[in-house]
T-cell receptor
Framework: DQQVKQNSPSLSVQEGRISILNCDYTNSMFDYFLWYKKYPAEGPTFLISISSIRDKNEDGRFTVFLNKSAKHLSLHIVPSQPGDSAVYFCAASVDSGAGSYQLTFGKGTKLSVIP | DAGITQSPRHKVTETGTPVTLRCHQTENHRYMYWYRQDPGHGLRLIHYSYGVKDTDKGEVSDGYSVSRSKTEDFLLTLESATSSQTSVYFC??????????????FGQGTRLTVV
């Protein structure tokens, strides 16, 4: 059973426009959410995160919104640039007990920004 | 960026042979993770560690074992490799849980092919 879902495998956006990537989760125990970006043949790199006690976090062109009641988060990229073309993974963190925690990832959304 | 080195970067092995992948970090991070990335599945957690000799299973742990005898090294072993274990394997580390340092840092990945 997939606990973190990214239902759009791909997204194409014109350069300069807004990119909106969506993520849904089912586990209400998740208390921290993260977005990662991945280029081909590289490891994922951290992009932005949000605690479950907040509903918005902004970092430059990137903003993450969290709607806990809907168990939904989204990543907004404004304005989109060709260099943003990558696979974006949504991830959620849960305390697994005994001082441990693990990250659960979605399947990813491939963003293509068209010049 | 955290200093995370995965070795080998590429490996081809035969079905039924044992394989060990190594992850080495220089950041003294407490948490370490092994993920596999497959088309249509995104990143799936295999095993993780929350301290020396403290490990736990992830989502897809069958056929894999891990060991962590030192803070800096986390080994992933396939006791008897199968073709279904052909994948790209990523190691990740994380310093602490919660707050702005919750993000995990990823290695460059190991491409394993089982023939």
């Amino acid at each position: 059973d997939q606990q973190v879902k990214q239902n759009s495998p791909s997204l194409s956006v014109q350069e300069g426009r807004i990119s909106i990537l969506n993520c849904d989760y089912t586990n209400s125990m998740f208390d921290y959410f993260l977005w990662y970006k991945k280029y081909p043949a590289e490891g994922p790199t951290f992009l932005i995160s949000i605690s479950s006690i907040r509903d918005k976090n902004e970092d430059g062109r990137f903003t993450v919104f969290l709607n806990k009641s809907a168990k939904h988060l989204s990543l907004h990229i404004v304005p989109s640039q060709p260099g943003d073309s990558a696979v974006y993974f949504c991830a959620a963190s849960v305390d697994s007990g005994a001082g441990s925690y693990q990250l659960t990832f979605g399947k990813g959304t491939k963003l293509s920004v068209i010049p | 960026d955290a200093g995370i080195t995965q070795s080998p970067r590429h490996k081809v092995t035969e079905t039924g042979t044992p394989v060990t992948l190594r992850c080495h970090q220089t950041e003294n991070h407490r948490y370490m993770y092994w993920y596999r990335q497959d088309p249509g599945h995104g990143l799936r957690l295999i095993h993780y560690s929350y301290g020396v000799k403290d490990t736990d299973k992830g989502e897809v742990s069958d056929g894999y074992s891990v060991s962590r005898s030192k803070t800096e090294d986390f080994l992933l072993t396939l006791e008897s490799a199968t073709s279904s274990q052909t994948s790209v394997y990523f190691c990740a580390t994380s310093p602490v849980r919660g707050g702005p340092n919750t993000e995990a840092f990823f290695g460059q990945g190991t491409r394993l092919t089982v023939v």
